[in-house]
């Protein structure tokens, strides 16, 4: 019986599980959404929350804890302590969430999951809407600059064709190749 024996083993030795973890964490903290097994989601979810229970306060001691479980990465405790644990700090609890994906993993049709922050998917729909407004801007005023830009090219023509016959150039003689 496996009574008192929490978490899945995954197939693996332990010093190779706390390496995924922290990978895991780290890669999750960085990009807010990390690709993987159902299984391997499901585990690290609850590291993930413990971690950004950490998080919410920021105390030297909680600091260090992170850092450990990170494996003292500075840049990643310090945007773990900045950017997601102020994005919870009204949140009780269930910071993360698993969403299955329909298609397996190719190589032995394993199923697959995405790890990330709740709000992370409003959070890049938002983005999403915002680049897309920015690229019909800017293409929009790309096409009246090009727009105005064919309008004073036309204008210049028209005015050259009018000095054009106002004054007509006096033909060239020997009509034959520039030497």
Known sequence: ??????????????DHR????????????????????LA????????ADKIVTLAKVRTLHRMRQAAARLNNDRTIVK???????????????????????AKPR?????????????GESERRAKEAEEQKALAAEK????????KKGAEAADAAASAAADEGKAEKPAP????????
Do not use: C
């Open 106 to 118: 190719v190589g032995d049709a394993a199923p697959r999951a995405i790890l990330e922050w709740v």
């Open 172 to 179: 060239k003689k020997g009509g034959g190749a520039k030497s």
């Open 40 to 47: 391997k989601a499901k585990e690290y979810r609850r590291h």
């Open 79 to 101: 945007r773990l302590f900045d950017v997601v644990g102020p994005m919870f700090s009204e949140r009780p609890g269930g910071y993360t969430r698993v969403l299955r994906l």
């Open 1 to 14: 019986m496996r009574h008192k024996n929490l978490g899945r083993k995954l197939g693996i030795r332990a």
């Open 139 to 146: 293409s929009s005023k790309s096409k009246k600059a090009k």
């Open 18 to 37: 706390k390496a995924q973890r922290m990978n895991m964490l780290t890669a999750l903290i960085l990009h807010g959404r990390v690709v993987t097994t």
